[in-house]
């Protein structure tokens, strides 16, 4: 059995897998809403409040994995320590603390190991990946099953909540800020293309969780695509009727009532930027990407 820690800006999550005939397929998981990216200081470092909170949660999942044989234990970083200026620092707290070994990825690497991911569920022929995290938003373009071209955006549900929302949910002033913001790092993409996809692969937690939304608004049975339409429409009912967006944050995701409706808007503005009319939810990712490229490389 494998077991993967992927320490993301939002969450901390635990996954253990078994490999069987090339398919990978999860045994349990665990997931800590730790909001690290909430804990960078005006100077752009983890604070020390941030770094404990980290070496809790990572402490707590290692005794958790004394309980069971686990042959591989990989832990890897994305935006919530790739993009704070005591990187080196983080990392060795947890290994002197913990004797935990942690990879920081960076941008272009998660999204390689998301594409890797992506294609355990679908044949990725030609089109564009979305991966909206806590800290950052990978987007990756492919081609007949191969990478064109793969960037790494410092937006994510959680960062944008903190630089540009003052209350629990955002004004429709907010959410125009939102935009705009996402908006000039997607004209700073250099990048070729008709900037044309009907179809586009979403990845991460901010993704999914607009899955369960639209599912429970629109008494949905698909469970795996969502429409541009669709994400517009719960937009709007975020910008006017926002008691009742809040109700049915609370009820289906309450654990992204902060994160939640600035990660939607991320997600609309970067469809409507590449006129995609409609979303793929992959339930696999980085985590079974980065996992996969590593036994691909110990069977080397």
Known sequence: MYAVIDIGSNTIRLKTYECKEGNLISVFDRKEFAGLAGYVDKIGNLSEEGIKKCLEVLA????CLTNV?????LIFATASIRNVNN???VVSRVKEELDLDIVVLSGTEEALYDFKGAKLKYNLDDGLMIDIGGGSSELLFFKDNKILYKTSLPLGSLNVYTKCVDEILPTKKELDAVKDLVKKYL????????????NVCGIGGTIRAALKMKNYLFKDTDELVMTYEEIKKMLDIAKDDSYNWQVAILK????RVFTFTPGLMILK????????????VSRYGVREGYLLHNLEKDEK
């Open 60 to 63: 707590e999942y290692k005794k």
């Open 69 to 73: 044989i686990i042959d591989k234990l």
């Open 87 to 89: 990187t080196l620092e």
């Open 187 to 198: 004209k700073e993409i250099k990048y070729e293309d008709d900037n044309n996809f009907s």
């Open 252 to 255: 289906v995701i309450p654990e």
């Open 269 to 280: 503005t970067i469809m409507k930027y590449y006129k995609a009319k409609q979303v793929y």
